[in-house]
């Protein structure tokens, strides 16, 4: 099976901006390597085909990522549209018999990553049970399907927060290329990648895969990326 990855990073992440300024959080220094270039070389040694949509300082990725093996994808219109609009730019290469699909600013390693190229589901998100009271955005799980989703999910409802990756497959990957073609048509350009997931959910199962006790990161605020170093940190001791 040939594997491929799409990771989104065009956005500006404007909520850790005020700290970081104007660097590009996927480019963040995390003990010696870019964030992004830890991720995509974690990938290619797997040998997965990856692919990266950029817009924000896309010249910080470039550099962060020379002399690796990616293909890059332009979202021009990154200040007005959201991720949706990212993967759009990329519809080209949701095809094949297998696609990972995730967030530029999540830090993960290849113990998460095995998880999902075990996977023979045609559609899982990854999820973390552990993370529910301080989770940004949160799942209910039933029976192992995702059932509700959200920013404003009530915390009693909710029993995991999503991870920022995802794994679709087979014939669901031609079938998610045109629900987002019929999105943008749409103009719902305005939506998260994750969406065209979450509009299934009423008509066929979208599988939660918990990886609770696994590290992650996704980084939205400077206490996500002071949890990383300090992890990096205790690893390398």
Not at 195 to 202: E, P, R
Request: glycine letters at 8%.
């Amino acid at each position: 099976m040939k594997h491929k990855a799409i990771l989104m990073a065009a956005g500006r992440g404007t909520r850790i901006s005020r700290t970081i300024g104007d660097s590009c959080k996927c480019t963040l220094d995390i003990g010696g390597i870019p964030l992004i270039r830890h991720t995509v070389a974690m990938l290619l040694k797997h040998g997965i085909e990856t692919h990266l949509v950029v817009g924000f300082h896309k010249e910080l990725i470039f550099a962060a990522l020379a002399g690796l093996p990616v293909t890059f994808h332009e979202n021009v219109f990154y200040s007005v549209t959201n991720s949706l609009a990212s993967l759009w730019w990329a519809k080209e290469e949701l095809t094949g018999d297998s696609v990972i699909l995730g967030n530029a600013d999540v830090f993960w390693e290849e113990d998460i990553l095995s998880v999902l190229l075990r996977e023979t589901r045609d559609c899982v998100m990854l999820s973390d049970s552990s993370r529910v009271e301080q989770g940004d955005y949160l799942f209910h799980v039933r029976e192992g399907r995702i059932t509700a989703f959200g920013k404003g999910l009530d915390c009693h409802r909710a029993n995991c927060e999503y991870v920022g990756l995802a794994h679709i497959q087979g014939e669901l990957i031609s079938k998610c290329k045109a629900r987002l073609e019929a999105m943008i048509a749409a103009q719902r350009h305005g939506s998260w990648w994750e969406q065209i997931l979450y509009d299934m959910i009423a008509e066929r199962p979208v599988w939660a895969v918990d990886i609770a006790g696994q590290f992650w990161a996704e980084i939205d605020f400077i206490e996500d990326y002071n949890r990383i170093l300090e992890y990096v940190k205790k690893r390398g001791a």
